[in-house]
């Protein structure tokens, strides 16, 4: 089973940015994909990102396309969330996770298996 460890969350101000780090055990990486998930204060859990195992397919939430990227190291071990141009809205607790879909249409998170603990994102001033 895939392990998944998230960390870089903080504070930050407006147009700021920060850089998530999802640790994944890479030996299983061939047969999950990575997601990106997050939820605010008094909303439903929402798909932000998700990469594929072979690194070929990539998706984005329309309310984060255009700022975050998402990526993989070579060794598959470390799927990043570089997050940019950050909004007040962006506040949440961000969760890893991995599971069998990566697509180009909506994440869901009952597609997801495995999930970490999450990581705090504050944006404010």
């Known amino acids: 089973q895939v392990q998944v460890v998230e960390s870089g969350g903080g504070l930050v101000q407006p147009g700021g940015s920060l850089r998530l780090s999802c640790a994944v055990s890479?030996?299983?990486?061939?047969?999950?994909?990575i997601g990106w998930f997050r939820q605010a204060p008094g909303k439903e859990r929402e798909g932000v990102s998700c990469i594929s195992w072979n690194n070929e397919n990539r998706y984005y939430s329309d309310s984060v396309k255009g700022r975050f990227t998402i990526s993989m190291d070579n060794a598959k071990t470390t799927v990043s969330l570089q997050m940019n141009s950050l909004k007040p809205e962006d506040t949440a607790v961000y969760y890893c996770?991995?599971?069998?879909?990566?697509?180009?249409?909506?994440?869901?998170?009952?597609?997801?298996?495995?999930w970490g603990q999450g990581t705090q994102v504050t944006v404010s001033t």
């Open positions: 996770a991995a599971g069998p879909y990566c697509g180009a249409g909506p994440m869901y998170e009952h597609d997801y298996d495995i």
């Open positions: 890479e030996l299983t990486l061939d047969h999950y994909d």
